[in-house]
C-alpha cells in the first residue's frame, strides 16, 4: 500500500523534529548533570579549604590559650606539659595549612596565605621567646612584653585567617550564584523545548517537579533540624512543644519535658578537639534516639544542650526514660584515636499538664530542673516540682536577677554604716563602712549573702556599686555642707564587675568633683579575691584613684594567697584582716601569730591595720596589745542606717561645738 509522499515527509520531518529535540534536551540535561558535578565539587574543594582555615584558627587560638596558662603557673611539670600541648597545636596548625597547600590557589588566595606564612613565622619565634623565658623560669616581669608581642601576632594571624575564611565564603557563594544562574538558564531552555512536544515538556516537566520537591524537602529539613545530628533544632522543638500544650490544655493529656546537659563533654573538645565532640554527638545521639518511643521527640538546643518531649507520658515513665538515658550515656564508651572516653548526662524533667502556664515557663522550670540535677553531683535526673530544697534556692537565686535590676528604681536598697573604732587613741570614731541592704516586699531586711553572689554572677554588681557610691556621696555631702571639717570617712566595698568597668575609675572621679567634697574622705574596698583574679585592674583603679587622694582598703587578708610584692604594687591604706583570723586569736597560737605578722607587715609598709568582726572584749585587748591600729565588729558598733548614723554624728558634733 503506497503512501502519500507529503504526509511521510510530514511524519519523517516531525519524527526528526522530535529526534532532534529528545536529542537537545538529553544534551541539556547531560550539561546540567556535568556543570552540577563541577560546582559540586568546587564546593567541596572550598569547604574543604574553609575546614582547614578554621583549623588554624582554632590552633592558633588554643596556642594562646596554652602559652596564657603556662604564664600562670608556677608549676613546672605543668608548664612541661603545657609546652608539650602547644607543639600539638602547632603540628595542629601545620597538617592544616599543609592541607591548604594541596590545592589549587588563586593569586589573591596565595598572595594571601603567604602573608599568612611570614606573620606565622613571626609568631612562632615571639611564642618560642616567651615559651624558654617561662621554662626557664624568668621573672614575670620581664617576658610580659614578650607576651603582649606574641599576643599580637597571634591578633594578626586571626585577622589573615578572617580574610582567607572570607575569600573563601565569597568563592562559595559565587560558586552557588553561577550554578544557579545556569541551572535557571537550562530550564528556561527545556521549558522552551517541551512547548514543541507534548510527551517531551511532560517528561521534563515531570523531572522538574521531582528535583524541585526534593530541594524544597531539604530546605524544609535545613530549616527544622540540626545539620550535624539531623535532630529537629530548637526552633522546631517548641513548636511541638506548643502542641503538646494545647492538647494538654484541651484534652488533659500529659506529657513530660526533658531538659538534658551533658556531662565532661568538653574534656572531650580540649583533649581531641571539636571533630571528635562531633562524633560523640552523632553517635549519642543515635543511642538515645533508639531508647525513646517512635512519637518521643528528641531535640539538639545548641552545644551540647538537649530537649525530649515525651508525648502522652505519665510521671512514672517519663522517669523511667530518662534514668534509661542517663544510664544509656554513663556506660557508654567513646573510642577516639586508640582513647577511651566516657562521659555523662544531667537531666530536668518538667511535666507539661493542663495547669502549665506557657512553654516558656515550662522550659525555664525544666532548665532549673537540669542545673539541680548537676549541683547535687551530676549523672542525675531531677524533676521539677518535688519537694527539693536545693532547687527552690537555684530558683530563688535566679529571681534575685529581677528583684536587683527593680531595687534601686522601687526605693528597696538602704545604706547602713558600721562605726570602724580606733584602738590607739582615745577618740570618737570618724570612719564608716557602708553596708547595703535590700528589702524585701514586707518591709524586712535582706543580707548581702542572699543576692550580692547572684548580682556578681549576671554582672549586676556594677550598676549596684554605681548605686552605693552615688548615694554614699549624697548623704556625706550632705553632712560635710551642714558640718565642715567633721572628718569623717566611709569605706565602700568594690565588686569584681566594678573592677573591671575601664569607666569605673572616671565615674568615681565626676561623683567627687560633683558633690565637693574631700577626696580622701572615700576609701574603696578590694578583696584579696578579686585583687588576685584581677591583679592589673586592681593596680590601674587604685593608681588612677590615688591621684584624686582617694584611698583604698584590701579587704580579708590572711585569706589567700596574695604575695608581698603584690601588696607592694598595690598601694594600699589599710590592711582588713579577715574575721575568720580575728575571731579565734584568743586560743589559737596560730591566729594570733598570723595577726602579729600582719600587725609588722602594716608597720613596716606604712599601712594601717583594721581587724574585722570584733566579738568580745578580750579580743578587742588583745588587738590593741598587738598594735592593730583599728577595729570593727558587732561588740563596739551593730550598724545603723546612714540618715540616723548622720544624724547622731551631728548632733555630737554641734553640743560638742557649745561645750
Known amino acids: 500500500m503506497s503512501k502519500d509522499p507529503i504526509k511521510l515527509t510530514i511524519g519523517l520531518g516531525f519524527t526528526g523534529v522530535l529526534a532532534l ?3 537537545i534536551s538529553f544534551i541539556s540535561l547531560s550539561q546540567m548533570n556535568t556543570v552540577t558535578d563541577q560546582m559540586s565539587a568546587l564546593l567541596i574543594e572550598t569547604n574543604t579549604k574553609l575546614s582547614a582555615a578554621n583549623a588554624m584558627r582554632d590552633s592558633i587560638r588554643l596556642r594562646g590559650d596554652t602559652i596564657y596558662d603556662m604564664s600562670r ?18 603540628l595542629r596548625y601545620r597538617i592544616a595549612r599543609d592541607t591548604l597547600y594541596t590545592y589549587h590557589m588563586s593569586s589573591r588566595e596565595a598572595k594571601l596565605l603567604d602573608q599568612l606564612m611570614v606573620k606565622t613565622r613571626r609568631a612562632k619565634g615571639l611564642n618560642d621567646i616567651v615559651v624558654d623565658k617561662l621554662l626557664s623560669d624568668m621573672a614575670g616581669d620581664s617576658i610580659e612584653q614578650d607576651l603582649k608581642l606574641a599576643d599580637d601576632a597571634r591578633r594578626q594571624m586571626l585577622i589573615g585567617l578572617d580574610n582567607l575564611v572570607q575569600l573563601q565564603e565569597d568563592i562559595a557563594t559565587s560558586v552557588v550564584i553561577d550554578a544557579r544562574k545556569y541551572q535557571e538558564s537550562i530550564s528556561s531552555i527545556i521549558l522552551l523545548l517541551s512547548l514543541a512536544a507534548f510527551f517531551i515538556a511532560l517528561y521534563i516537566a515531570q523531572l522538574v517537579v521531582r528535583e524541585t520537591s526534593r530541594k524544597n524537602y531539604e530546605i524544609r529539613f535545613q530549616a527544622t533540624h540540626d545539620e550535624l545530628t539531623r535532630l529537629v533544632n530548637r526552633k522546631e522543638f517548641n513548636k511541638r512543644l506548643h502542641k503538646a500544650l494545647n492538647t494538654a490544655v484541651d484534652h488533659r493529656e500529659t506529657h513530660a519535658l526533658c531538659f538534658m546537659d551533658l556531662d565532661k563533654f568538653k574534656v572531650i573538645n580540649d583533649t581531641c578537639g571539636h571533630k571528635a565532640g562531633d562524633e560523640l554527638l552523632v553517635q549519642l545521639t543515635s543511642l538515645i534516639q533508639n531508647s525513646i518511643r517512635s512519637r518521643d521527640t528528641l531535640a539538639r538546643l545548641g552545644g551540647d544542650e538537649f530537649g525530649l518531649l515525651l508525648e502522652g507520658c505519665t510521671l512514672e515513665k517519663a522517669v523511667e526514660i530518662a534514668e534509661g538515658i542517663v544510664s544509656l550515656i554513663k556506660n557508654y564508651e567513646f573510642d577516639w584515636q586508640d582513647k577511651t572516653f566516657h562521659v555523662g548526662a544531667s537531666i530536668g524533667l518538667v511535666m507539661i499538664t493542663h495547669d502549665t502556664r506557657n512553654i516558656d515557663n515550662a522550659l525555664s522550670q525544666a532548665d532549673i530542673a537540669c542545673y539541680a540535677a548537676k549541683d547535687m553531683g551530676r549523672g542525675q535526673v531531677h524533676v521539677h516540682g518535688l519537694d527539693d530544697d536545693h532547687a527552690r534556692m537555684l530558683n530563688k537565686e535566679l529571681s534575685w536577677v529581677a528583684e536587683i535590676n527593680n531595687s534601686a528604681s522601687d526605693g528597696r536598697f538602704s545604706l547602713y554604716l558600721q ?3 580606733n584602738l590607739q587613741r582615745d577618740k570618737p570614731a570618724t570612719m564608716y563602712e557602708v553596708l547595703l541592704r535590700l528589702n524585701d516586699d514586707d518591709g524586712t531586711l535582706i543580707l548581702p549573702v542572699s543576692y550580692i553572689p547572684a548580682s556578681e554572677r549576671f554582672g549586676l554588681m556594677k550598676d549596684v556599686d554605681r548605686w552605693v557610691i552615688e548615694n554614699s556621696l549624697r548623704h556625706l555631702s550632705a ?27 572616671d565615674f568615681v572621679i565626676s561623683r567627687l568633683h560633683q558633690h565637693k567634697i574631700a577626696h580622701d574622705a572615700v ?46 604594687e598595690l598601694r594600699v591604706d589599710y590592711l582588713k584582716i579577715n574575721g575568720s583570723v580575728i575571731k579565734d586569736i584568743s586560743h589559737s597560737t596560730a591566729d594570733k601569730a598570723m595577726v602579729a605578722a600582719i600587725s609588722q607587715i602594716g608597720r613596716v609598709m606604712h599601712i594601717e591595720t583594721i581587724a574585722k568582726h570584733v566579738e568580745n572584749v578580750f579580743v578587742m585587748n588583745k588587738l590593741k596589745d598587738m598594735g592593730i591600729d583599728y577595729a570593727q565588729g558587732f561588740y563596739l558598733d551593730k550598724p545603723a542606717d546612714i540618715e540616723s548614723r548622720f544624724e547622731s554624728r551631728k548632733s555630737s558634733l554641734q553640743l560638742s561645738k557649745k561645750h
Open 419 to 421: 562605726a570602724i573604732e
Open 73 to 90: 603557673t608556677d608549676d613546672f611539670i605543668e608548664r612541661d606539659r603545657l609546652r608539650l600541648l602547644l607543639s600539638e597545636h602547632g
Open 21 to 23: 529535540m529528545g536529542l
Open 523 to 568: 576609701c574603696l574596698e578590694i578583696s584579696v579575691a578579686n585583687a588576685e583574679k584581677n591583679i592589673e585592674q586592681a593596680i590601674n583603679i587604685i593608681s588612677r584613684l590615688r591621684e584624686h587622694d582617694v584611698k583604698f582598703a584590701l579587704d580579708d587578708f590572711g585569706h589567700g594567697s596574695l604575695s608581698v610584692s603584690q601588696l607592694k
Open 479 to 505: 553632712l560635710y555642707k551642714t558640718i565642715p571639717g567633721c572628718d569623717v570617712q566611709l569605706s565602700i566595698n568594690l565588686s569584681a564587675n566594678s573592677m573591671a568597668d575601664p569607666e569605673f575609675a
